[in-house]
């Protein structure tokens, strides 16, 4: 089946020590997308890749940043992360077309102690 | 700028229908949608409705627009258990319709 899959499901960080989230999709979608969802929140949008272009939110910290080597994947990389980025990190993806409906992935809860 | 509100909490019981309420406030939405999200999962996105419509119906799921009032509703039928979920209302427009807007979520808790 055609999804979208979130690697760890649980991470666990150190304050301050650099973390990667990754996220692959086999549905072939240009836009790759990146969610910040802390508890009982909505999901806040930190960016995206149409393609191979980076769009970033303006109020994304620049802690945040992202990777996107080819189509099926793409990384978030937390530098220096702080306590109060311990969140459910959300991946999606959408086609650049029609409705741009949005397929999630299940998350990755980061731990930061 | 955009906003989208639901209410925090519903509570029904089995086989009631459960009327889910959302407002946005951008006049440019071209598609609102609902997502559903269980305990520790992604969204699941339920339906979706374009701006030019004013209901669709999709098995237990009825989705009413009232472009108007910028008022969007959900309505599941013969609620089941297995419907407890938080239930995010989101808008994207013909601008930047890459970019979902999401309201902050009404948990549904079904009562046996």
């Known amino acids: 089946d055609a999804m979208v899959i979130q690697n760890p499901r649980y991470q666990v960080t150190q304050f301050g020590k650099p973390v990667t989230l990754s996220c692959s999709q086999t549905?072939?979608?240009?836009?790759m997308y990146w969610y910040q969802q802390k508890s009982s929140q909505a999901p806040k949008l930190l960016f995206h890749?149409?393609?191979?272009?980076?769009?970033n939110e303006a109020d994304t910290p620049d802690n945040f940043q992202s990777r996107r080597p080819n189509t099926s994947f793409c990384f978030l990389d937390i530098r220096s992360p702080g306590l109060g980025d311990a969140a459910m990190y959300l991946c999606a993806t959408s086609r650049a077309a029609g409705n741009y409906e949005q397929y999630f992935g299940p998350g990755t809860r980061l731990t930061v102690t | 700028g955009e906003d989208v509100e639901q209410s925090l909490f519903l509570s029904v019981r089995e086989g009631d229908s459960s009327v889910i309420n959302c407002t946005y406030t951008?006049?440019?939405?071209?598609?609102l949608y609902w997502y559903k999200q269980e305990p520790g999962a992604g969204l699941q996105l339920l339906t979706y409705?374009?701006?030019?419509?004013d209901m669709k119906q999709d098995q237990r799921l009825t989705v009413l627009l009232n472009k108007k009032d910028k008022h969007l509703s959900l309505r599941i039928a013969d609620t089941q258990t297995g419907d407890s979920a938080i239930y995010f209302c989101a808008e994207s427009n013909g601008d930047s319709s890459y970019k979902l807007i999401f309201g902050s979520g009404t948990r549904l808790l079904v009562r046996p």
């Open positions: 549905l072939n979608h240009n836009v």
């Open positions: 409705i374009f701006s030019n419509m």
């Open positions: 951008d006049s440019s939405s071209t598609y």
């Open positions: 890749y149409y393609d191979k272009d980076f769009n």
